[in-house]
């Protein structure tokens, strides 16, 4: 028995003050892991993110919120928009055209990686790595407009304020040639549609858009919860699509980390370099955190310190019920 175990996994519903408690410890634990992470630098404007800053929020499907740190600071959501995007081609395309274009399996190298695309497989190895969501992106192109694609982001998040942030996406735009280098191999084999430029411009929005902890919390939320915002009844993904995200937030929510998180945490879970992590635990309950300080598979070391306590406290993981 570990330290932090204070539940058996023959699960009880932990009490609200123990929850509030967990997350209070789970703040600690990750503002003081803040030191052992680097900012991102290779998007120039992510670089002046505060390294030290940390947040978490939870939303559970009463409406009970709990908030520490930093959950009200504006940070673009960079790859946790791929679970968006993912989420509008099922919604459009449905599961076997949206898996006509991407894979499904875990690709064990960095988010941006050219390799495996080049060497092993015409089709991205999954829709949450770079390559898969500029794949998606392409197919959805002519019919979304940055706005549409917004807007979908807002109802998900239950955040008005979610816009385009500006300054990172102007910067995303001049040092984003390894994206456009993705792109332009896609198209070379024939796989991406469209235009390679206007894929990768909308893509870019797509991850500048300015989110908090609380927005990832909330987006976590109705992910856990079948799809459903459990505040307003709103249906927003299919239960059947919601099951196939929460599958590759697993698997690869956490690119080359995926598996060690699945197996400490065991959460689904999506981190963006900006520093965002969106995780979907049971209960239903949305957790979001927000620490710049990444590790050096461009996940907020913060966040995964306090998912890895979180879990244990509150038995999240999935193989504990
Ligand atoms: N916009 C970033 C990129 O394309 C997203 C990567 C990430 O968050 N891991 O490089």
Known sequence: MT????????ARTPSREEIEQAFREAYEIGRAATITGKVADYIPELAKANPRAFGIAMLD???????????????SIQSVCKVIILAVSLK?????????????????????????????????????INAGAIQLVSTLADEFSFEDLMGFARELCMDEGICLDQAVYHSEFESGNRNRAIAYLLKSKGVLQGDPEKTVDLYFKLCS????????????LVISNDGVNPLTGEHLIDPEHVRTIKSLMFTCGLYDFSGRFGVMVGVPGKSGVGGGL??????????????PALDEFGNSVAGVKAMEHLSRRLNLHVFDY
């Open 3 to 10: 330290e932090t175990t204070i539940l058996s996994s023959a």
């Open 61 to 75: 499907g009463e409406g009970n919120r709990l908030a520490f740190g930093d959950t009200d600071t504006r940070f």
């Open 92 to 128: 459009t395309k449905g599961f076997r055209e949206t898996f006509s274009h991407v894979m499904m399996e875990p690709s064990g190298d960095a988010f941006n990686s050219i390799l495996k695309l080049d060497t092993r497989s015409n089709l991205p190895f999954n829709p949450l």
């Open 209 to 220: 858009l300015s989110v908090t902890a609380r927005s990832l919390a909330s987006l976590g």
């Open 278 to 291: 969106m995780c979907a635990a049971r209960g239903p309950m949305g957790i979001g955190l927000y620490g």
